[in-house]
């Protein structure tokens, strides 16, 4: 009897050992899988990475020996196109806690400056000797990036070396850890900024977004307490329960208070300037309880509060309703002229037409006293230079940042070509097309398609 | 027999109340008071998009946003009658326009209900101009209301079958961005919420970052919420809300590129960047 329990004991566990077992490894294989699966993609996107920075150099040095402007533009559009290619692949790498921007920058400067110069008329405006110089420099700086890839890669493939292992690395917090590829990365990162220092001049600027400076507004220092009351002046709230002011960390490029206060049926979040108390942003969180007004008194409703808090010569230039809620874009309007750098942001509750969101960090960082200067062209001469198939519709004279992020003076027209609107902007002094945007119409729920379809 | 007779009378006056009121509503139910201005949605707009095709100037799809195509049909009407041309659908051009023009209500918002693909042209049958959606034959009820836990406005409110979206972001980028969002920020304030989806929008403008809104999110290593796979739990209304904000400009970081949970952060590195301010939990900074 004794006998045929034990028996049957082992059996069980033996089973139950075998069963683990064959569990284990296939759980083991399906990680390893997986692993194998990450590693790969991982790998592709670095190998992709140091071949595209190979051609880079190379094209670069392409557009040197070049003479005649009809294969240079397209050569400078292909360098543009590999630098935003490099630039998706550093993306798809684990390279974020890693300082690696200074080389991202590097890439998108190229990229910007190709841009810039291959869609230019090379005929008309040849390159500059300063332009010629700082392809020069690009292609040197090119191959010393490329050089210390190239030996990252060398390394990476001699040793098997695992780009699984840097995330690894990287997740624990380890960064310092011996790791060829990170200190590789970290090897161009240092060369890179070696250049930044010693930059090359105006020329090379960047298209980014250039930084809001609140430091140079007109006014006086506010304190803490002042700030609190501009918050209440600008939000109407009587009953606050709680209220903290707090100032701005090291690390911002300007100074400004955050006040929050907290109301019977939410919270109000604002950030003032601390020169002058401007309003930079404002949300009000509470709930929206339904539409009674319409779109049309929430604008009014918006421009009323920009009038009574001296926001002179707004236009509204934009609407659209989201839910129960109004958001509307002002603009300033000089003399017939629309500044659009000078743009601020409202938000109305449809429920009672309150104002529950401002946003004036555009207008903060562009408002200056302008100059409006002459256009030098007529509109009829503006509108020649329009595709002729669109329709005008409506125009104007309009500031705009273009594409070099400068601000120019445009004819703007609103036209229709088939079932689209767009906004062209012809440059009032040159007859240039600075910009055209096609209009996004309403975009159609896709929950409804589908369930209609379901 | 008494009762089947008192049956039929019952339904009898039951049908003709019914008649009596459903003219009612056609009649009054002309437009409300509001002046409709582009960017609008709703009911009116629906009235007013079905009735500018009835007279031909619109040619889009009656879908109840306020949109280019109806602004431009309604300034063509505005001009064919007439009137002042500012766009607008105030009190004189709505009378002109219900005077000059016929709106089928039923017919319009129960083939939107239905989805169907339909026009609403003058001079022809109406019945004729629905294509209807064969696969919707069991037909939902349950889509009435524009968002959930918020009454419409009137009892026959129907639901827009469009909406509006910021220029440049489509429903989908919205909607992986409150993804994000909702996995790396749910416990935190609607503002710690917006500031969230602002850093991932100034990461599209920063050249250390990848141009694309899933480029930003899927970046190895980026988000925590991405890497344990948070960002796919489903996001919540206020989430989306937050997402909008940031989008339409609100940014309450300063310009923040990083932010990090001081009782979580692992990494020496994201110490040494410059900090500017802090919001919830979360540190922001350059």
């Not at chain 1, 890179?192 to 960047?206: M, R």
């Not at chain 1, 594409?403 to 902007?425: M, P």
């Not at chain 2, 026009?119 to 959930?148: E, F, L, P, R």
């Amino acid at each position: 009897m004794h006998i045929l329990i034990r028996n049957i004991l082992i059996g069980v566990l033996t089973v139950l050992v075998i069963g683990t077992g064959v569990w284990a490894y296939q759980e083991h294989q399906e990680k390893n899988a997986i692993l194998i699966n990450a590693e790969n993609n991982y790998q592709r996107a670095f190998h992709d990475l140091t071949y595209n920075i190979d051609l880079l150099h190379d094209k670069i040095g392409t557009t040197l020996a070049m003479n005649s402007r009809t294969s240079l533009s397209p050569e400078l559009a292909e360098v543009w196109r590999l630098t935003s290619v490099a630039h998706s692949q550093v993306g798809q790498l684990p390279l974020t806690l890693i300082p690696f921007n200074k080389t991202e920058e590097f890439l998108s400067k190229i990229g910007d400056f190709s841009y810039k110069t291959a869609i230019r008329d090379l005929e008309k405006e040849p390159l500059t000797e300063d332009e010629y110089n700082l392809l020069q420099s690009l292609y040197e700086q090119s191959a010393e990036i490329q050089n210390e890839l190239r030996e990252v890669q060398y390394l990476a493939l001699k040793n098997n070396l695992r780009w699984m292992d840097v995330e690894l690395a990287l997740a624990s917090g380890k960064e310092s850890a011996d790791n060829t590829i990170i200190d590789g990365f970290k090897t161009v990162e240092k060369t890179v900024e070696g250049y930044s220092e010693t930059d090359t001049g105006t020329i090379f600027t960047s298209m980014e977004k250039k930084e809001a400076n609140y430091n140079d507004l007109p006014g006086e220092e506010i304190s803490k307490e002042e700030a609190l009351n501009i918050a209440k002046k600008y939000t109407k709230v009587t009953s606050s329960n709680k209220t903290k002011v707090e100032s701005n960390g090291k690390g911002s490029d300007y100074e400004f208070y955050s006040v929050s206060i907290l109301h019977d049926d939410g919270e109000v979040n604002m950030d003032i300037t601390k020169k002058g108390g401007y309003p930079i942003w404002l949300i009000n969180d509470r709930e929206v309880k339904g539409a009674n007004i319409s779109l049309n008194e929430a604008s009014i409703k918006a421009s009323q509060f920009l009038k009574e808090r001296n926001f002179k010569n707004m236009e509204l230039f934009e609407s659209a309703q989201y839910d129960h809620i109004g958001v509307f874009t002002f603009v300033t309007n000089l003399n017939h002229v629309r500044i659009y750098p000078e743009a601020i942001k409202i938000k109305v509750a449809l429920d009672d037409g309150s104002i529950i969101g401002f946003t004036a960090e555009e207008y903060l960082g562009t408002k200056k006293i302008r100059e409006i200067p002459k256009p030098k062209i007529t509109e009829e001469e503006a509108r020649k230079n329009i595709n002729s198939k669109v329709k005008v519709m409506e125009s104007r004279l309009a500031v705009i940042n273009n594409r070099s992020k400068e601000e120019v003076l445009t004819y703007e027209f609103l036209g229709v070509l088939n079932n689209d609107t767009y906004r062209i902007y012809i440059n009032a002094e040159t007859g240039n097309e600075e910009q055209v945007i096609k209009l996004h119409n309403a975009e159609p729920i896709y929950e409804d398609i589908i369930e209609g379809k379901a | 027999m008494k009762v089947k007779k008192w049956v039929l009378l019952f339904l009898i006056t039951g049908i003709c109340f019914f008649l009596i009121r459903d003219s009612e509503i056609q009649r009054v139910s002309a437009f409300s008071n509001q002046v409709i201005q582009i960017g609008a949605t709703g009911d009116d707009v629906i009235e007013l998009q079905s009735r500018l095709q009835y007279l031909g100037f619109y040619n889009g799809k009656i879908d109840g946003v306020f949109g280019w195509g109806t602004y431009w049909a309604l300034r063509n009407f505005q001009y064919e009658f007439g009137l002042k041309i500012d766009g607008l659908a105030g009190p004189t051009t709505k009378a002109k326009l219900v005077k000059a023009s016929k709106y089928h209500e039923s017919f319009v918002k129960e083939n939107i209900r239905k989805g169907n693909k339909f026009t609403h042209y003058g001079g022809t049958d109406i019945n004729t101009q629905v294509k209807t959606n064969k696969k919707a034959t069991t037909q939902k009820q349950t889509t009435q209301s524009q968002s959930q836990g918020t009454q419409p406005k009137t009892t026959t409110s129907t639901k827009t079958t469009a909406t509006n979206v910021p220029n440049g972001f489509s429903q989908n980028d919205i909607q992986l961005m409150a993804n994000a969002v909702y996995g790396e920020a749910r416990g935190e304030s609607y503002v710690g919420q917006v500031a969230v989806a602002a850093v991932i929008l100034n990461r599209l403008d920063s050249p250390s970052f990848p141009n694309t809104v899933s480029g930003v999110i899927f970046e190895p290593g980026a988000f925590t919420a991405v890497a344990d796979g948070q960002i796919w739990l489903t996001p919540n209304e206020t989430a989306r809300k937050a997402v909008l904000d940031a989008i339409n400009g609100w940014d309450p970081t300063g310009n923040a590129i990083y932010y990090f949970n001081p009782d979580t952060a692992t990494s020496a590195w994201i110490w040494s960047r410059p900090q500017i301010k802090r919001i919830g939990k979360h540190i922001f900074c350059k």
